[in-house]
């Protein structure tokens, strides 16, 4: 292939440099477009622009491939922790033994939070959504940490991830608790970080009983969902950062992006999607054929992605583990059988075929988390805490490559200019 594309326009010609990626993704660098053109691209939803290089995370949507610094999504779940997969995005590589143990004393130093956090998390009303708790909790961190972070500093960049990510679980599980109006856990450093995070959930009293069935899912659960290259979150920290806002307010940023029903709020939204067909008894076909209807603003939520048109490798995974999770933990849920169903009756249907509209990872992560005791309400809160390390590693490289302040253009279609009228003319 060429190493050159070529536009006419004006009856000139202009030459512009393809970029090829290691894994054989291409594009062409139209960074001097404008000056040369005067032209500008025009990309609602940039479904054909990519904003960055990158080095974290790659995924082939054709294929359904997913790799963080170039390791298979199936191998890191199945082989490694949460705890050693923060690591591998953060820093680029699988720590050895002695990275690891200084990663996880690391992570205990900071494993606490200012006790004036919980007079904040106490303000806000118990119905309020986790998800807007904590993208507040998360800016509000900024007050305890006001030294801003130094990203072309390792160490500096190393202790700033640390710090957040040993807080931000426990804000999580505080969270929780208190939307359920149940006394806080404090962190026990003694424990793993996953384990820690799930006695700062469930804990009721000193008879509490660690299962490692439900700490081995979270631990899965949280490495499927630990980054996944420039989704609108992971965008929105970039975009935010590249202001030079601080790594709280960035992250903060995210939390709220993902909020939304069309990306993380997903596995929130297919939970109760599945109820309200299993309540309605209507059977399946009726809402594939609702989510067909042009005139009907319902979805299937779960459904269909911006770049997997094949199975999302993680939606393979997590389908496998949920039948396993159910089963050791001796749980018949009639919602998982559900959900098969309507992916079988999508999947022969033209319409999904067509458009290649596949379950992503949101269709059966719910399934498990509420089988592990986690309410609706909190299934994008676990999304967040499992994509934190891959926010961070987006704002540390967005940073560290120097990259400008983000500022798209736009297409003008509005009023052309015209003098002001006086009021008494109007
Ligand atoms: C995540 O980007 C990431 O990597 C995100 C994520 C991550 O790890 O960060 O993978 C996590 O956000 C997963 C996606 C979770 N969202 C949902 O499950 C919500 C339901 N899905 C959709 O709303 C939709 O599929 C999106 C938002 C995920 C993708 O939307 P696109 O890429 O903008 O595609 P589109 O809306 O233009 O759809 C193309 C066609 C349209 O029909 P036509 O105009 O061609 O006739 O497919 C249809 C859509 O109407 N379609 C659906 C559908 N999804 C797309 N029709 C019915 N049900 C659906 N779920």
Not at 204 to 216: A, G, H, T
Request: charged share 25%; with cysteine.
């Amino acid at each position: 292939m060429g190493n050159t594309v070529t536009i006419t326009y004006n009856g000139q010609q202009y030459e512009y440099p393809i970029v090829e990626g290691t894994m054989g993704d291409i594009a062409v660098d139209i960074s001097k477009l404008r000056g040369e053109t005067g032209l500008i691209t025009l990309d609602a939803g940039y479904k054909n622009t990519g904003s960055c290089v990158s080095n974290i995370t790659f995924l082939d949507g054709e294929e359904g491939k997913l790799l963080y610094r170039g390791y298979p999504i199936e191998q890191l779940a199945e082989k490694s922790t949460f705890v050693e997969v923060m690591y591998l995005l953060l820093e680029g590589e699988l720590p050895n033994q002695q990275q690891l143990a200084d990663w996880k004393s690391t992570l205990n130093e900071y494993n606490f939070v200012n006790e004036r956090v919980e007079k904040i998390l106490n303000g806000f009303p118990s119905e309020a959504h986790p998800m807007g708790v904590l993208a507040s909790l998360t800016s509000a961190l900024t007050a305890f940490n006001p030294k801003s972070v130094d990203p072309s500093k390792h160490t500096d960049m190393y202790h700033a991830a640390a710090r957040l990510i040993a807080k931000f679980d426990i804000l999580c599980a505080w969270t929780y608790r208190k939307s359920n109006n149940l006394e806080i856990v404090k962190p026990d450093t003694s424990l793993d970080y996953v384990t820690n995070f799930y006695q700062m959930m469930f804990k009721k009293d000193d008879n509490f009983e660690i299962n490692p069935v439900i700490v081995n899912a979270i631990d899965k659960l949280l490495i499927l969902h630990a980054d996944h290259e420039q989704n609108c979150s992971a965008s929105a920290v970039r975009l935010v950062g590249s202001s030079h806002a601080g790594l709280f307010a960035s992250i903060s940023a995210g939390i709220s992006a993902l909020w939304g029903p069309l990306h993380g709020g997903a596995n929130q939204a297919v939970i109760e999607m599945l109820e309200m067909i299993k309540k309605d008894g209507g059977g399946l076909q009726k809402w594939v054929d609702k989510a067909k209807d042009k005139e009907d603003n319902f979805r299937l939520m779960g459904f269909g992605h911006r770049v997997y048109k094949n199975m999302d490798p993680r939606a393979k995974i997590i389908k496998k583990a949920a039948d396993d999770v159910l089963d050791q933990l001796g749980i018949d849920d009639e919602v998982l059988d559900l959900a098969r169903g309507l992916e079988e009756v999508a999947l022969r249907d033209e319409y999904f075929v067509e458009r290649k509209l596949y379950p992503n990872v949101d269709f059966y992560s719910g399934i498990i988390y509420r089988a592990l005791g986690i309410p609706a309400e909190m299934f994008t809160v676990m999304f967040a805490l499992g994509r934190l390390p891959g926010w961070i590693s987006q704002w540390k490289e967005m940073r560290q490559n120097g990259e400008p302040i983000g500022r798209p253009r736009q297409v003008y279609q509005g009023a052309t200019t015209r003098d002001y009228v006086d009021i008494s003319n109007r």
